[in-house]
């Protein structure tokens, strides 16, 4: 398994690297540096049979979220390489209500609290996993640690977070 992922995360690498030549909104470190903890996540954790969402509350790596998502058939590759251009819908950051994407993310801070927002809205729904991508930077936004203390006296034991630590801002 770590040679598929090891070689999807080369093809995810190039795909952005190809993309990026089109556009000037790219951001290619942060997506580059959670590369292989979403290939984890996509590739091996979610699965097709439970109700699971992902967010990734770093909404400036989310191209890599689109990358990802054609490889699954979920964005088509004519809609992604029309990323950023007047033409495409697929904008700098995730939008909801695009294929796949289930939060608009962006405003650094606010994915660990929709999270923690949907879970306590479904937990008699019984929601299997909430995946949470979040950025070093975002731990000092003050939404993120309410969320984070939040969530366990609520008892909502289904989202787990992941923090990008590339110890990088921009």
Known sequence: MLINSKKRCAK???RILELSQKVSALHIGGSFSCMEVMDVIFNSMMTKKEKELFILSKG?????????????SVIKTKDLNL????????GVHPDIGNPGINAST???????SMAAGVALAEKNQKRTRIFVIVSDGELQEGSTWEAIM???SLKLKNIILIVDNNNLQS
């Open 12 to 14: 995810y690498r190039k």
């Open 106 to 112: 962006g405003s650094l801070g606010h994915g660990l």
């Open 60 to 72: 400036h790596a989310s191209i890599l979220q689109y990358v990802i998502l054609e490889d699954h």
């Open 150 to 152: 939040l969530i366990p």
């Open 83 to 90: 990323y950023c251009q007047k033409k495409g819908f697929l």
